[in-house]
């Protein structure tokens, strides 16, 4: 079974430049997740969509970040502006199931550094 | 507050002798646990869980872990290592308030072969 996509896979950009990542989560998967991980840290839960409403984004810094999941597949989340602790891997996961007592199916992510 | 540690950076070990990862929480109510294991350039992947019952967890790859309620502990065990086991492995701790998942700070495992 194809598993969770990302791209692009690395991502090089200036302070205050936009940035956009994709996601394209397993098939039939209606649960969504977005995750920041920082160097040397866990992963950090940005959002998580349920089909294409959001079930959760307090952790989401609102003035810079947004994420969409149309249509309840595919999901792209935006940075605007950058700041340079912004710079983290981005990860994307997916679960057939609405809570995270499941496992979660992770993608590969998305290396964004902010110089 | 909910919180779970993951409280050695780095573990080295030989192939073929017994590794051990430790991770400790701390949680009101009853936890649930998981181990994800990150290989280089890939996302995470589930290893584990404990929810309830049996205190010995088997997982994939041969990976186990014990869930010590009276250490808080929930540490991840293999008999014998493999080089290939090398990675970074993370605990998590699910808060039952928020149903959402928090991970520990990760730790390298180093198999030599």
């Known amino acids: 079974e194809a598993g969770v996509a990302q791209s692009p896979r690395y991502k090089i950009i200036e302070k205050r430049q936009s940035v956009a990542f994709w996601c394209n989560p397993i098939?039939?998967?209606?649960?969504l997740y977005w995750y920041q991980q920082i160097l040397g840290q866990g992963p950090k839960l940005l959002i998580q969509f349920q089909n294409n409403g959001v079930v959760d984004d307090s952790q989401l810094p609102k003035d810079r970040f947004s994420a969409e999941r149309l249509k309840g597949v595919d999901s792209t989340l935006k940075i605007q502006p950058a700041k340079l602790e912004d710079s983290a891997v981005y990860l994307c996961?997916?679960?057939?199931?609405?809570?995270?007592?499941?496992?979660?199916?992770f993608g590969s992510g998305t290396q964004l550094s902010v110089l | 507050a909910q919180s779970v540690a993951q409280p050695e950076d780095q573990v080295n070990v030989a192939e073929g002798n017994p590794l051990t990862v430790k991770c400790t929480y701390s949680v009101s109510g009853n936890p649930y646990l998981f181990w994800y294991v990150q290989y280089p350039n890939r996302g995470l992947q589930f290893l584990l869980k404990y929810i309830t019952g049996d205190n010995l967890v088997k997982g994939s790859y041969g990976f186990e872990a014990e869930f010590n309620k009276s250490q808080t502990s929930f540490h991840l065990k293999k008999p014998s290592a493999l080089v290939s086991d090398s990675a970074l492995y993370f605990c998590a701790l699910l808060r039952g308030a928020t149903n959402k998942l928090i991970f520990g700070t990760g730790t390298l495992l180093a198999v030599q072969p």
């Open positions: 098939s039939g998967h209606a649960t």
């Open positions: 996961a997916s679960s057939p199931f609405r809570g995270q007592r499941e496992k979660l199916f």
